[in-house]
Structures are given as C-alpha cells and as structure tokens.
C-alpha cells in the first residue's frame, strides 16, 4: 500500500490565489521531505528539500516566497504555491524516505491556474 | 553534459521480448542508482535500486551497474503490455544524502 500520501490529488485554481498541497508519510517518520514538479514530458524537478522543524532548502531558481513550506510535524509536509500564474500548472509531487536510499512518491497533485 | 542522460524513446518492443532501457550519469562519486516506473499522470513507483557494480535482479527486472563506465540499466524479461510506461533512471551521490536527480525518462511501449 502506500507509504505516502498526497492530498489533493487535482486543483484547479484561478490566478493571483494560494494553493495548498499535503504530503504525510505513513505510519513511519520523515524528518526530511522531498518536493518535486513534473511539467509534461519531462523529468522531475527538485524544489526543495523540506526539513522537519526547521527551513526548506530550496533549489536554484526556486521562489522561497512563492513556494512555502512547512513541515511542522514528523508525518506532515506542506507546499503552498501563493499568488499562482497560468505557468504554475504543473504535477507537483512529494516523497519521502523510509529506508536508506529509496524514496517514496506521493500521488502527485495536478495544479491547473486557469 | 546533463547528469543523467537516458534516451526518451519511445522505445517499442514485442510483448514477451526483452527490453533494454539504458542511463548514463557524469558524477563519478555518485553512490546509489534507482529504477522507478511512471505511468502517464501518475507519480513514480520504485522498480530497483542498486549499489553496487554487477547485476541485481528481481522478478523480471534486472538492474546492472558499472561505476567504472558510469552507466546503469535495466532489463525487463517476458515484457508485458503492463509494462508500457516512462522508466526514470535516478542518481545520488552519497549515502544519507537523499537529493536524487532524475534523468528524463524513458517512454517503453510493449506491442501485443
């Protein structure tokens, strides 16, 4: 079953509001959280590295301001897209570790900024 | 040079056959290797990991590994239409560090 979980599954939003995406790991702890956007046909791209308790470290190129996120418990990580632009619709995914090395998915969010 | 360079395909092949999806990465201090299966709209399921040189299988799947040509791959065996996805071949340099960096995938497409 999953191990991972990401809510919600699609959103569409209109532009200029906030949107915000879940992620909780399953019955195991994550002190680190992985955020990640897909655009299509392409690979996935790392935003952002969410650390239980403290700061996000974000990738080159990512907005921190625009992309919030908080992860203010060992099971819960949360993206909040803020002032989303039509070239923010994207498949925003989530993962988490559990054991060395492998990381787990979330189901995606689909974002659409109409 | 991009980091993890797979060819995006599509790459068909007969059901029952052998496909062959191949990465090459440019970190030579990259430690660990992953395999995971993207079906359209969905989020990425692991398929293999591999740490070490040599071959790790598992069902049908076989994962290589040869550090010294910085290269990765895997083997599907008996191919089933089930099996028609994009492949994202993964890459991280250290252990504990768990920042991978994904190659753009490769789109397999199994013909009955």
């Known amino acids: 079953g999953a191990v991972v979980s990401q809510h919600p599954s699609w959103v569409i939003c209109k532009s200029g509001t906030s949107v915000k995406i879940e992620c909780r790991s399953l019955?195991?702890?994550?002190?680190?959280m992985f955020w990640y956007r897909q655009f299509p046909k392409q690979s996935l791209m790392l935003m952002a590295t969410?650390?239980?308790?403290?700061?996000?470290?974000?990738e080159q190129g990512v907005e921190k301001d625009k992309f919030l996120i908080n992860h203010a418990s060992l099971t819960l990580s949360t993206l909040t897209v803020t002032s989303a632009h039509p070239e923010d619709s994207s498949f925003y995914i989530c993962?988490?570790?559990?054991?060395?090395?492998?990381?787990?998915f979330g189901n995606g969010t689909r974002l659409t900024v109409t | 040079q991009k980091e993890v360079e797979q060819n995006s395909g599509p790459l068909s092949v007969p059901e029952g056959a052998i496909a062959s999806l191949n990465c090459t990465y440019s970190?030579?201090?990259?430690?660990?290797f992953f395999w995971y299966r993207q079906y359209s709209g969905k989020s990425p399921e692991l398929i293999m990991s591999?740490?070490?040189?040599g071959d790790k299988e598992d069902g049908r799947f076989t994962a290589q590994l040869n550090k010294a040509s910085q290269y990765v791959s895997l083997l599907i065996r008996d191919s089933q239409p089930s099996d028609s996805a994009t492949y994202l071949c993964?890459?991280?340099?250290?252990?504990?560090?768990?920042?991978?960096?994904f190659g753009t995938g490769t789109r397999l497409t199994i013909i009955p």
């Open positions: 019955d195991f702890q994550a002190t680190t």
């Open positions: 591999i740490y070490s040189n």
């Open positions: 993964a890459v991280n340099i250290n252990f504990g560090n768990e920042k991978l960096t």
């Open positions: 969410s650390n239980e308790g403290s700061k996000a470290t974000y």
């Open positions: 993962s988490a570790r559990r054991d060395r090395g492998t990381l787990h």
């Open positions: 970190d030579r201090g990259s430690q660990s």
